[in-house]
């Protein structure tokens, strides 16, 4: 009967001893825990913070002038409108490139790379117009020089001479 009770007694403390190991919180575990603790994540939290300002921007009004709306086309303004604050901010440095496509988009505002979507198209003619109006060269260049460039076209459907169309032409 003693060893019964010896054996329930022992099974008890070893089933006790299990469930405090199991139910101890992270802070107690220290670093057993799951590390998903704030200061294990700093970079997630500083680019939530971050996507948070770049959608923010997105949808938020952008003003041109009738002048640079003329030399645009109607695919141009309607990318601007909705996507101008943002692209600004981002091409301004306000906001931090948090993907690589933000990043690229950044070389075509140095004039290091050609537009590749719809957004850097709209950028770069924006950019091109307003430089262009203001007496600056933006736009005649290539990937590798900074020379003028007279393989300037025009869009077979809008007409317009630019370098880049997204007009669906």
Request: proline share 3%; aromatic share 8%; with cysteine.
């Amino acid at each position: 009967m003693k060893i019964e009770f010896l054996t329930i007694g022992i099974v008890c403390f070893i089933l006790t001893c299990v469930l405090i190991f199991l139910v101890r919180t992270p802070e107690d575990k220290g670093d057993e825990g799951d590390n998903t603790k704030a200061e294990n994540l700093p970079r997630t939290r500083g680019i939530s913070k971050e996507k948070s300002r770049h959608k923010s921007l997105i949808g938020s009004p952008f003003q041109m002038d009738e002048n640079i709306k003329n030399n645009l086309s109607q695919e141009n303004i309607i990318t601007l409108e909705k996507y101008g604050a943002w692209m600004q901010a981002l091409d301004d440095g306000d906001l931090s490139p948090i993907t690589d496509e933000q990043v690229n988009f950044l070389s075509v505002c140095k004039g290091i790379r050609t537009p590749a979507n719809s957004i850097e198209v709209a950028w770069y003619n924006y950019k091109k117009v307003v430089s262009r109006e203001g007496g600056g060269d933006f736009g005649y260049h290539s990937i590798s020089t900074k020379s003028r460039c007279s393989s300037i076209v025009k869009c077979n459907a809008c007409g317009r001479n630019i370098d880049f169309c997204i007009c669906g032409s």
